[in-house]
């Protein structure tokens, strides 16, 4: 009851006309950062701190962190009309959202996502607002060991990504890891596969990847079919059905689980909540075939778990002042700039700030609704530009995407090189998301089983040892199991369908 | 429409791509700032990052310092090595200054693995800006109540005490190899390469025994008393903690910080590097600037030129011997 009437007087703050402007400044920015690929909610929120300084602190936080969550509306944006994933966390909209868009339903895409991504938040910050303190409690719970373990639990899940066969989704799969393990090697220092050049040593750029991947190859694969316009079915309603509502309910309530989960276990990323939410629904569908084909529930799932993670990952920094993400950790230089120290004592000290900035949430993500659903009718009439000049917009748009991700030109060369790689082997049907998934993964599962391996000083065992790990390994082992009974029991019914 | 939109973006783009490229004067020794140029501040880490907001906060200081446009650009990437190069390779005419971090300038040449192009040699200093000292903490229910009693259990059973960095080779771990140096304590290090913000959690959770960071690393969980900060790796006690002591009061002689200055590429006029040093100086003695600085956690120290210059050489000393150890 005390968290109810503490967050009324948040949206009291929250409500004052100035912090409301604010709050649609920041979402309007936010999804402008989210539509154009490359600069991605960090960089954004970064350029745009030093015009909060003579700001309140409460307005400019208000507006960072509607920035922040108003990126992943704006992802999806690009996503589903061009194919082009405009943030990271947006990837996976690509396989069904753009799918959807060809069959002449990217208005139901858009307005489901935004209405996911909606709900999602509004998940993310009730249980901030009810359940802080015990969630992060829970999180902490996850060291290295547990990440490793929950990884591999992630990992073990890539079968279900699969598609016509097993052998090419685990090819594409180890080449992601292997692509994972360019780099500076996270415990020696000492460069892997970089060949000398410094662009390699954080590791590959996973945008211009992405963009490769999905854009760049889409549009190759178009070009084949001459400069016409783009083959579409004719534009039905811009809003979902009844039966679409229907389909995503159960993405809704799953994917505002996963991304909120996720968002408080440092180190997670909201790519990752979007991946693992997309074969999530891909595992509870009953017409699994069907997912890149335009499901309903392979947009909604994964986006309603990337805006959950981007208000779920904000937990964390305050109840105990920890950025889980490097975006956090610039909305949490921002709280510092204005001599602000984010954390439980925020509560104590400046109650209107905290509950004011948590109640602007709320208010934030109903105006990226609302400002997102009549933009929808816009935003399709994309579709309209003959292809020719579409297919040039997109390229530049790519280029410029992957420059502005390091300044540099290296990354626009990863960019074309995946992109042409990528037509090949779609030509070869080789499934493109196990690879994105295990890129998505790698670093972090080799950095928390290093870091594993170092509290244990080479031991193994600790995997077994500590009792949330293991749990986690056996229901890895299930995952990878479970298919094999399956397909045997399935053999034994279908011969007994024929005796009889 | 859209496309229309999209068509004056680009261009808008290019345009901006093209004056940035045109507006450095080629001769410009004479009178140095010119009336209305701009200065390029290469920034070798991320929109974003600790350095960033620091070099953005000078930026903005010196623009009204010295009258020009200091235009900020980003260059990350392998640990600010190739802002580095970069750098180095730059026209030393005052209108390009970059960031400098130790100990990263100072590693990436002197390991041989980094392969850099460049040494001390390639750059002309300009002062020193920022520095962030060290620190070990627990957490407050940990047996070890002092500095003394954690190194006597990393002591007493060698490679028994974990203890987290912000990465291989980073200004956390060579403190922690010298402090292994001068006590005989062997601790097991938890490399964290994604900085030390991502240790935070797994230490507050209880899987590590200790946290080495930074002063401004742990401003709220000290306040909210959810750690116990053991000691400050600086020479006098930091204004944040003032309860805490230093290494050098529990007898440890060990100083070490993250720090952060500015370079200009070496052949840069005198005159210049002057006039940029003492414009800074006077940037760092502004309140403003000092509250925003301190809001963040960090401290202003200034170094001029020379004193910045024997302090890299020192440091680099220090590098130079751990090295070895920071690869066993």
């Known amino acids: 009851m005390n968290a109810f009437s503490n967050l009324m ?36 929120a970064a350029l745009l701190i030093p015009l909060t300084f003579t700001m309140e602190p409460t307005g400019a936080i208000i507006m960072l962190t509607a920035l922040f969550y108003g990126t992943q509306y704006g992802g999806t944006i690009t996503s589903v009309l061009l194919n082009v994933p405009g943030e990271a966390a947006s990837a996976i909209t690509c396989l069904d959202g753009h799918a959807m868009a060809k ?104 945008i211009p990847i992405i963009m490769g991947i999905f854009g760049l190859a889409e549009v190759l694969s178009n070009a084949e079919d001459g400069f016409g316009t783009m083959k579409l079915a004719k534009m039905s309603s811009l809003f979902p059905t009844k ?41 509870a569908s009953r017409t699994p075939e069907k ?52 954390g439980p004592f925020l509560f104590q000290e400046h109650p209107d700030i905290a509950w004011g900035v948590i109640a602007s949430f709320v208010i934030g993500n109903l105006m990226l609704l609302i400002l997102n659903l009549p933009l929808i009718g816009i935003w399709v009439k994309i579709l309209k530009i003959p292809y020719g000049l579409l297919f040039a917009i997109i390229l530049a748009f790519m280029i410029i995407g992957s420059y502005s991700v390091n300044n540099s030109v290296f990354e626009i060369g990863i960019m074309v090189v995946f992109g042409i790689v990528s037509y090949f082997l779609r030509k070869m049907d080789f499934p493109m998301a196990p690879l994105v998934l295990t890129l ?61 | 429409m859209n496309f229309n939109k999209s068509n004056r973006f680009v261009m808008t783009m290019t345009l901006a791509a093209l004056t940035v490229l045109c507006i450095n004067p080629l001769s410009a020794q004479t009178a140095w700032p010119k009336k209305g140029s701009s200065v390029q501040l290469w920034i070798g880490y991320a929109a974003g990052s600790g350095t960033d907001a620091g070099a953005r906060l000078m930026a903005a200081g010196l623009e009204k310092e010295l009258g020009v446009t200091i235009v900020p650009m980003n260059k990350p990437g392998a ?8 750098l180095a390779g730059a026209k030393g005419d005052g209108y390009v200054f970059g960031t400098i971090n130790f100990p990263s300038a100072i590693i990436s040449y002197i390991d041989p693995d980094r392969k850099a192009v460049y040494t001390k040699k390639n750059f002309s200093l300009l002062a020193l800006h920022i520095i962030d000292p060290g620190i070990i903490a627990v957490l407050p229910d940990s047996p070890y109540k002092t500095l003394g009693d954690l190194i006597a259990a990393a002591k007493a059973n060698p490679k028994t005490v974990t203890i987290t960095t912000s990465g291989i080779q980073s200004d956390e771990h060579f403190a922690l190899l010298q402090l292994e140096e001068m006590t005989g304590a062997k601790f097991a290090f938890v490399h964290f390469s994604t900085g030390a913000a991502s240790a935070m959690a797994p230490f507050m959770g209880g899987k590590i025994d200790a946290y080495t960071g930074n002063v401004a690393d ?34 440890f002689k060990l100083y070490n910080s993250a720090n952060r200055g500015f370079a200009v590429p070496a052949g840069t006029p005198k005159a210049i590097v002057n006039k940029l040093s003492a414009a800074m100086k006077k940037v760092m003695d502004s309140p403003e600037h000092q509250k925003l600085v301190e809001d963040m956690g960090l401290t202003l120290r200034y170094l001029s030129p020379e004193q910045y210059s024997k302090f890299w050489d020192e440091y680099a000393d220090n590098v130079k011997r751990l090295l070895p150890l920071s690869k066993e």
């Open chain 1, 9 to 44: 007087m948040g949206f009291s703050v929250a409500l004052a006309p100035a912090n409301l402007l604010l709050a649609f400044l920041g979402s309007a920015i936010g999804t402008l950062i989210g539509v154009l690929p490359g600069i991605g909610p960090s960089a954004g």
């Open chain 1, 103 to 206: 069959q002449g339903r990217a208005g139901t895409a858009l307005s489901l996502a935004a209405i996911g991504s909606f709900m999602g938040g509004l998940f993310a910050t009730l249980c901030l607002v009810v359940a802080a303190i015990p969630l992060t409690k829970m999180a902490l719970q996850f060291g290295p060991v547990e990440s490793f373990a929950l990884l591999t639990v992630g990992l073990s899940l890539m079968m279900g990504l699969a598609g016509k066969s097993i052998i090419k989704a685990l090819m594409m799969g180890v080449l992601g890891l292997l692509l994972a393990m360019v780099g500076l090697d996270p415990v020696r220092g000492m460069p892997r596969f970089t060949f000398d050049r410094l662009e390699l040593m954080d590791g590959i750029g996973f």
């Open chain 1, 243 to 283: 039966q679409d509502l229907k389909d995503s309910v159960g993405p809704i309530a799953r994917g505002s689980l996963i991304g909120t989960g996720l968002g408080l276990i440092p180190g997670m990323t909201g790519s990752a909540a979007s991946f693992l939410s997309y074969i999530a629904e891909k595992k």
């Open chain 1, 291 to 342: 997912f890149g084909t335009g499901m309903v529930q392979g947009v909604v799932g994964p986006e309603t778990a990337n805006n959950a993670h981007a208000n779920g990952a904000l937990i964390p920094l305050f109840t105990l002042g920890i950025p889980s993400s490097p975006t956090v950790a610039v909305i949490m230089g921002a709280f510092m700039m204005h001599g602000l120290i984010p």
């Open chain 1, 440 to 500: 998505i993964l790698g670093p972090q599962m080799e950095r928390s089983l290093r870091q594993s391996l170092e509290i244990s000083q080479g031991s193994f065992a600790i995997f077994i040892e500590t009792p949330l790990s293991a749990v986690l390994f056996a229901i890895a082992a299930v995952i990878l199991i479970a298919p094999a009974f399956k397909s045997l029991r399935k053999g034994k019914n279908s011969i007994s369908g024929e005796s009889t």
């Open chain 2, 79 to 86: 640990s600010s090595q190739i802002m580095y190069t970069a």
């Open chain 2, 218 to 251: 742990v401003l709220a969980q000290h306040k909210a008393g959810q750690v116990r900060i053991l000691g400050v790796m600086d020479s006098e006690r930091t204004r944040f903690y003032p309860d805490v002591p230093t290494f050098e009061e529990q007898g």
